[in-house]
Structure formats: structure tokens, C-alpha cells
């Protein structure tokens, strides 16, 4: 089963009814990675957001990915000005490992940081970047 991943900026996208249902009947696995939340996450509530969550698998970050994510920037940084963001390489190190086994759509409105990222990964032909 394809995953789709979300990155922060596409969060609210899963809190969308519609949207996630659309995406749960194109048999997309809906996968928030929990660096996610720690970024997207304030003390406002969020409640479309947490009945969207339920749907979603949340993989904990665990070392391995730490370690890809940080290689990840370490790659990308010295062709930028700045290095992406810990949260977007995580994402990205995330949508990697899972692109083992099948595609993956990752979810995102920074085009550009992601695509770089997508560059260095080792599945980097099973990963989609694309806008909500």
C-alpha cells in the first residue's frame, strides 16, 4: 500500500473529511510522523485534526531516522544558503525508509526544501513530492 505523508504545512489537510477520506479510497496509507506533531502542535485545540490523526499511523522518531534526517541536511546544506529544517528532513527520512517497499506521496507546501532532501535519499524514485 502507497503511504502519504504529511508535513506540517499539510496537516490541516488531514483534519479534512473529505480529504482524508479521498486519500483513504486512492488506498493511500496516511502516515503523520510524530516530529510532525511536535511541530504543527499548540494549546489551541485541534480537534478536525485529532479525528484526522486516528486515521493516520504515527511512527515514532526513532534513531535511525534521526540519524538519515540529519545526514539528509548535512547533504543539502552546503549547496543552500540554509539547511532545511530538522522536521522537513525527518520527513523526508521517513518517506525514504518507507519507499522500500512501495511509492510515497509526501505532502508538503516547501516544494523546494523537499525536493532537495529527495535527492539524497536512497529511494529517491519512489518518493513524490507535491502541494495539498
Not at 529544517?85 to 505532502?107: K, M, N, P, Q
Not at 523546494?112 to 507535491?130: G, P, S, Y
Amino acid at each position: 500500500m502507497p503511504a502519504c505523508i504529511f508535513d506540517s504545512t499539510a496537516l490541516d489537510e488531514l483534519g479534512s473529511p473529505e480529504w482524508r477520506l479521498a486519500l483513504l479510497e486512492a488506498g493511500y496509507d496516511l502516515v503523520v510522523p510524530t516530529a510532525v506533531l511536535a511541530e504543527k502542535w499548540t494549546g489551541r485545540p485541534h480537534h478536525e485534526l485529532r479525528s484526522g490523526l486516528r486515521a493516520a499511523r504515527r511512527p515514532p522518531l526513532d534513531e535511525a531516522r534521526a540519524h538519515a534526517a540529519g545526514e539528509l541536511r548535512d547533504k543539502v546544506a552546503p549547496t543552500r544558503r540554509r539547511a532545511p529544517s530538522a522536521v522537513d528532513a525527518v520527513v523526508v527520512a521517513v518517506a525514504d525508509h518507507e519507499a522500500r517497499r512501495d511509492c510515497v506521496l509526501v505532502l508538503t507546501a516547501d516544494l523546494t526544501d523537499f525536493e532537495a532532501l529527495r535527492a539524497h535519499t536512497a529511494n529517491r524514485r519512489r518518493i513524490t513530492i507535491r502541494r495539498p
